[in-house]
């Protein structure tokens, strides 16, 4: 009998690790996706805006204008993008080594421990539904004062 319930732990485990596999591929997937349409997108739109530059790309005009308004700013939104994911990702390695984690499971034991504790208010007892944003601001401006 126990090894029975050992068998079926072993195909559950398997079950799940195949999940997390697909979960994790299917988020990158839309990800990446999602990441190069809204780039592809920029580029049509400033290429778009800015025909005159990929009419005049031979002479030293056109030369100058690359340099100047759309270009400029989107050559700044690929390496600002660049950077932003690369920073990124080196910091959340950089966490991840340094916590002496050696899988996702542990980390997240780790974090648990380490980070504070968030405090559930069930039922809440301060006010959840607000008519407009100015009724919102209204009561923090309000709240922060009790």
Do not use: H
């Not at 920029?42 to 778009?48: E, V």
């Not at 056109?62 to 990702?89: F, H, K, N, P, Q």
């Not at 780790?110 to 607000?130: A, N, Q, V, Y």
């Amino acid at each position: 009998m126990n090894e029975v319930g050992v068998a079926i732990d072993a195909v559950a485990a398997e079950k799940q690790r195949k999940f997390r596999i697909q979960a994790a591929a299917f988020m990158g997937l839309v990800g990446g996706i999602s990441a190069l349409f809204g780039f592809s997108r920029t580029l049509a739109t400033a290429k778009k805006a800015d025909s005159k530059v990929l009419q005049q790309q031979g002479t030293r005009q056109g030369i100058i204008l690359m340099d100047e308004g759309s270009t400029l700013a989107l050559r700044a939104l690929g390496w600002g993008t660049l950077y932003a994911v690369l920073g990124t990702g080196a910091f959340c390695y950089g966490v991840w080594k340094l916590s002496g984690a050696k899988d996702f499971e542990e980390f997240r034991l780790k974090m648990g421990r380490t980070l504070p504790r968030i405090t559930k208010d069930e039922p809440p007892t301060s006010r959840t539904d607000f008519e407009s944003l100015t009724d919102l601001m209204k009561y923090v401006a309000t709240w922060t004062k009790e």
